[in-house]
């Protein structure tokens, strides 16, 4: 009997190095889930749109609460290397927050993206949930990450969080894709509601939830 391939393989050219003992309880990442899918400072409706601001500022809010993350990514097999995998929407990419998890003497690792699941899932049953066809593919990187180059993409050549990316990052929790032309012209007409989106999350870093 023929077994399916998976959708998504984990590639390791791509993929960071982790720390395994670096790690939060399964209670602590589904109080983290929780916050974040309930939160009105992210927009999950809206699962085309900004997932790297998302992610963004969630790692941001982990950092500064002292809480170990990383970013989990998947890309169609096409738009990586030209093959023939595809993902949901036709998207050629996709971000989320993942958490390290202890359980059972080992670290497993769990995908914060309520987007796409109303609860936690392991990084390979996401990637497989987002894809449309075989072959994909998913990695780790390091959640001080933004987004990969426009050229080609190597394992340390991604662009680190920086001022500019930032402010992306809020436009993007506002709705706003700040880096589009349309998204551009904007922010002429909604710079309160980007300054309200900051205030919060400023809030937010100050006064972690209890977990």
């Not at 927050?97 to 202890?102: A, D, E, Q, Y």
């Not at 937010?204 to 209890?210: H, Q, V």
Request: glycine letters at 6%; charged letters at 20%; proline letters at 5%.
């Amino acid at each position: 009997m023929h077994t399916p391939l998976p959708k998504s393989f984990f590639h390791v050219p791509l993929s960071d190095a982790t720390d395994p003992n670096k790690n939060i309880t399964r209670d602590t990442a589904q109080k983290i889930f929780d916050f974040f899918s309930t939160s009105n400072l992210f927009r999950w409706g809206d699962a085309n749109n900004d997932c790297e601001d998302r992610a963004n500022a969630i790692c941001m809010l982990l950092d500064e609460w002292n809480i170990p993350n990383y970013k989990g990514w998947v890309f169609s097999g096409y738009f990586l290397n030209k093959g023939t995998g595809t993902l949901n929407n036709a998207w050629n990419y996709h971000v989320a927050v993942l958490l390290p998890v202890g359980e059972n003497n080992q670290t497993n690792y769990y995908i914060v993206d309520p987007a796409t699941s109303d609860h936690l899932v392991s990084l390979d049953e996401w990637a497989a949930l987002v894809s449309e066809t075989s072959e994909n593919y998913h990695f780790i990187k390091l959640g001080g990450y933004y987004i990969f180059p426009s050229g080609n993409i190597d394992k340390d050549n991604w662009h680190k969080r920086d001022k500019r990316n930032y402010r992306w990052t809020m436009q993007g929790l506002s709705g706003i894709n700040g880096v589009s032309a349309i998204g551009r012209a904007q922010l002429a007409f909604c710079k309160y509601r980007v300054k309200k989106t900051e205030m919060e999350f400023k809030r937010l870093l100050n006064t972690p939830p209890e977990l």
